[in-house]
């Protein structure tokens, strides 16, 4: 039975929103101080090569430039273990859009003056920044991001597939896609005699903390790096970028705080991107849909100095049932920027092919799509054989399919329309593993009754603030108000980053575990609390990463209503509908806020986010919110976001699962059969732009 008396699960308001709304909260490029500086990278113009000379004569006598760093006297780091941090380290260009220096001045508009006056000659050498499936450069690597090994096979797939009484062959491309946070990666850096501190745009300043500590070779106690508010991340603050090693260099030399902020067209070469992938998915079945053989192959790129795979096939290692079965990566070396995380890696671009595919079956067979999921519903995981600890995905998909009338779907493409418009819909499911990393934290108990968490989480507009004091009123007893909490900086208890939607619950383990027992020693205390309080640790290394016997993961259901302009190609989405099984959910407002937002993402990824790699310039040609379109409200008009009420004692104390990347898993899959199911004309690379839709046949044409 659910708990009733207890503060978890409520809609409590996000503590920090008055402050951001009324502007007095600071981001990372807001801390300013006296002497305060501003750095400007200079970013490199050819796709490979090395410097041959560079001029910054010019740049210098601009009135207010202190300094340019070039990689002939910027100050040396240690090896960096991330390759993309060895910034002004050497002449060597090993992409367009590699920072060859750094002006510093002692405004931003001089800064900007003074990078445009760098002048950089290069020895350029041949490049390569296409794509291809039979690329020759291409291998098979043996482990994708996450670990997951590269290549895993099961039974006998193509023998399956070729006896299958229906089959689908097809191919699925996803393009570059990039992450754009509201707040650009910004870091303001001063050095106090050999003190370190930091404001730094980051997903988890106790990682920066170490990275900086390594390339600086300085003990990590005499570094502080901070992260109060950070406008999204989405996965591309994750670990440290090379916008905070320059900031770090910048004070280095010029003793003065400085501020390094990316300008948005230089952040799809620096901050890493979801890479492309070319996806092949083979589905045999029976006449009655139960899946025989299900291969999911996958080609992406990776950058020439750091390998990034990624894990686009491991969602169809846990989606369906098949004795038979295939999943492999093959990753090509190009001279690109690094990819990185970007929401929801693997399973986004994944889910997209294996959805579509499976809606391509559902098709052919004659069968409802909601039907086919069900039917090949595993009772392990097919991957590695273990019990789920919970799984309701047929749930999911029963309850979205009610309330949104899925009973009254023409099956039949192209049944239903409205003047110029085609109307469609479209069913995809949703998968994301459960990730927990281990954590610390502090509580305290104060004289005057109240209660304090320390931990250093970072809240990228989540709502973490909100979400720990709740999880820390629920085990200390006390009513929510009663509780502050202290997040974002490196000098609290330490706490892995947030990402990989564990941050929840990788610090709410180490909350719970600490206000649990301080509670227990407040219980077996008398008398007044001393002026300091009582306090409480925890650590949850040695459980939290423990090994579990269970396959643990959320699941999701979506729907999708279209509309396409037979006219201009345009496709509208008219209502968006999510259910979802992600454990308990510890605050319904900002659960709510995090599905929805990855919904909004996922119709992005489906109708208007892409990106293009130019062959000739080796450069990405949307690089800004002018050319690469996110969503806006008006292209929402009707989103829903549903969960189901599920209970998994097997994840943390608080049962709970993240919940911040499902959103987008299977959104464009939905979004793409409902196309398919408005004009009959299946459209198998993203996004679904007008001219790919007017490009396609017609409906009374050839279906495709």
């Not at 707040?183 to 170490?210: F, I, N």
């Amino acid at each position: 039975m659910a708990r009733t008396d207890t503060v978890l699960g409520t809609a409590a308001e996000r503590r920090e929103g008055p402050d951001k709304v009324t502007g007095r909260a600071r981001y990372a490029a807001e801390h300013t101080a006296a002497g305060h500086a501003y750095g400007r990278p200079v970013a490199a113009t050819v796709a490979s090569g090395s410097i041959r000379a560079i001029d910054t004569s010019t740049a210098l006598a601009v009135p207010g430039v202190l300094a340019v760093l070039t990689p002939e006297d910027a100050p040396r780091l240690a090896e960096a273990d991330d390759p993309t941090l060895a910034v002004l380290q050497n002449s060597d260009v090993p992409h367009r859009g590699w920072p060859v220096a750094l002006v510093v001045a002692e405004t931003i508009e001089a800064a900007r003056a003074g990078a445009a006056a760098v002048r950089v000659e290069y020895t350029t050498r041949d490049h390569d920044v296409t794509l291809t499936d039979g690329h020759p450069a291409g291998y098979f690597p043996e482990e994708a991001n996450g670990g997951y090994p590269g290549q895993r096979e099961q039974g006998d797939p193509d023998g399956a597939f070729a006896s299958a009484a229906v089959r689908v062959d097809a191919a699925y491309r996803v393009p570059p896609l990039h992450n754009h946070p509201m707040e650009p990666h910004a870091a303001t850096a001063h050095w106090d005699d050999e003190r370190l501190v930091v404001h730094d745009s980051s997903q988890g300043s106790t990682a920066v903390r170490a990275t900086l500590a390594g390339l600086f070779g300085l003990p990590e106690e005499q570094i502080t790096v901070m992260a109060e508010h950070v406008g999204g991340g989405f996965g591309s603050k994750g670990t440290a970028r090379p916008h905070v090693v320059l900031a770090a260099m910048a004070a280095q030399r010029t003793g003065r705080p400085v501020t390094v902020a990316l300008p948005r067209r230089m952040m799809p070469a620096l901050v890493g991107h979801r890479a492309p992938t070319l996806h092949r998915l083979r589905l045999g079945a029976t006449e009655e849909g139960t899946l025989t053989s299900l291969t999911h192959e996958v080609t992406t790129h990776t950058s020439r100095i750091k390998e990034f795979v990624e894990q686009a096939a491991v969602p169809a290692r846990i989606m369906y049932a098949s004795p038979n079965s295939r999943t492999t990566h093959r990753v090509v070396p190009l001279d690109v920027p690094s990819p990185s995380w970007m929401r929801a890696p693997g399973e986004a671009p994944g889910m997209f092919a294996l959805e579509s595919a499976m809606d391509e079956l559902a098709v052919a067979l004659g069968m409802d799509p909601v039907e086919l999921r069900i039917a090949n519903e595993p009772e392990t995981e097919p991957d590695s054989g273990n019990p789920f600890s919970s799984r309701h995905l047929v749930e999911c998909l029963r309850d979205g399919a009610e309330r949104f009338g899925w009973a009254r779907r023409d099956p039949r493409p192209g049944s239903r329309s409205k003047g110029a418009l085609l109307l469609g819909s479209g069913v995809a499911a949703a998968t994301y593993p459960v990730l927990v990393s281990p954590s610390t934290a502090v509580a305290r108990a104060l004289p005057g009754g109240t209660f304090s968490v320390r931990v250093n989480a970072t809240d990228i507009g989540t709502g973490a603030r909100t979400v720990l004091a709740q999880i820390a009123a629920d085990a200390l007893g006390v009513p929510l108000d009663r509780v502050g909490t202290e997040i974002g900086s490196s000098d609290l208890p330490s706490a892995p980053l947030a990402g990989g939607s564990s941050g929840t619950a990788s610090w709410g383990w180490a909350v719970h575990e600490a206000c649990t027992r301080l509670r227990a020693s407040l219980a077996e205390r008398s008398g007044p609390l001393p002026d300091e309080g009582l306090s409480a640790s925890a650590d949850t290394a040695g459980s939290a990463d423990a090994d579990s016997a269970y396959a643990r993961h959320a699941f999701g259901a979506h729907f999708a209503d279209v509309a396409v302009d037979t006219v201009t190609g345009e496709v509208r989405v008219r209502r968006l509908l999510g259910v979802y099984a992600a454990g308990r959910i510890l605050n319904a407002r900002t659960a709510r806020s995090q599905f929805i937002g990855g919904m909004t993402m996922g119709l992005g990824m489906a109708l208007t986010e892409g990106s293009t790699m130019d062959p000739a310039f080796g450069d990405f040609v949307e690089s800004d919110l002018a050319a690469y379109h996110v969503p806006a409200h008006a292209d929402v008009p009707a989103i829903e976001a549903h969960w189901i009420d599920e209970e998994d004692p097997h994840l943390n104390p608080m049962g709970s699962k993240g919940i911040g990347e499902i959103g987008i898993v299977g959104t464009a899959a939905a979004i793409g059969n409902a196309v398919h199911h408005a004009t009959g004309t299946r459209h198998r690379e993203l996004p679904l732009t007008p001219d790919r839709v007017l490009a396609g046949p017609r409906l009374n044409g050839p279906s495709s």
